[in-house]
């Protein structure tokens, strides 16, 4: 069996203690990776809003920038979420901003000249009141497989209610079912693909 780390990073815009969708789905998927009978998988889900990460697209911006301990947890995980709320049809501003802080790692390498990303699968989880679930991955998933990450077959699990209605997420007495079938694959596959790029790395 495999032991694996994942790293859920919500961008709720959202500081705690508030309740938030997109904790509680990136919480779900990190609980359905927590279950997986094929594979050890342990993790941690970080609200990014919680820590002082300034806005840039290097890897420590300085002057008290709090991106570089969250990005020790991402070099650390086999397994990076993505979980964001869906705002005028795009993934939230916090998510923006933690991919551009991503962007740095397209010139961060390995001694082999890999970047220190590749190897690790991204997924994505996403809520919102309105359609946009599709756009909202997409572009999270571009950003994503240009940093180095691999994406897995259906590597996405999304909630979205009814336009023009305000029902949340988090106020359903029971997880949809679909959501719930589509989470649990999600973690299937991006653990299964996770120990696979495990065993065999990329090539130099």
Excluded at 30 to 36: S, T
Excluded at 60 to 67: K, L, S, V
Excluded at 154 to 173: I, P, S
Excluded at 180 to 200: D, I, P, R, Y
């Amino acid at each position: 069996m495999t032991s694996l780390k994942a790293l859920v990073l919500v961008c709720t815009l959202k500081p705690s203690p508030a309740e938030s969708s997109s904790v509680l789905l990136g919480q779900q998927v990190l609980d359905a990776l927590g279950a997986l009978e094929d594979h050890d998988v342990s993790g941690e889900l970080v609200r990014v809003v919680d820590h002082q990460v300034r806005f840039g697209v290097s890897t420590d911006e300085g002057d008290g920038d709090e991106w570089p301990g969250i990005r020790e947890k991402m070099l650390a995980a086999d397994i990076l979420v993505v979980a964001t709320p869906i705002w005028m049809g795009q993934p939230s501003s916090v998510s923006k901003m933690v991919l551009e802080r991503l962007d740095a790692e397209l010139s961060e390498t390995d001694d082999e000249g890999r970047m220190l990303t590749y190897g690790k699968v991204g997924v994505v989880a996403v809520v919102g009141n309105e359609d946009g679930a599709h756009h909202t991955s997409a572009e999270v998933f571009q950003a994503l497989n240009d940093v180095g990450f691999t994406i897995p077959a259906a590597g996405v699990t999304y909630w979205v209610g009814e336009a023009m209605q305000g029902t949340d997420y988090l106020e359903h007495d029971e997880t949809p079912e679909k959501t719930a079938e589509t989470t649990k694959t999600v973690a299937a596959n991006a653990a299964h693909l996770a120990a696979l790029l495990k065993a065999a790395e990329y090539p130099a």
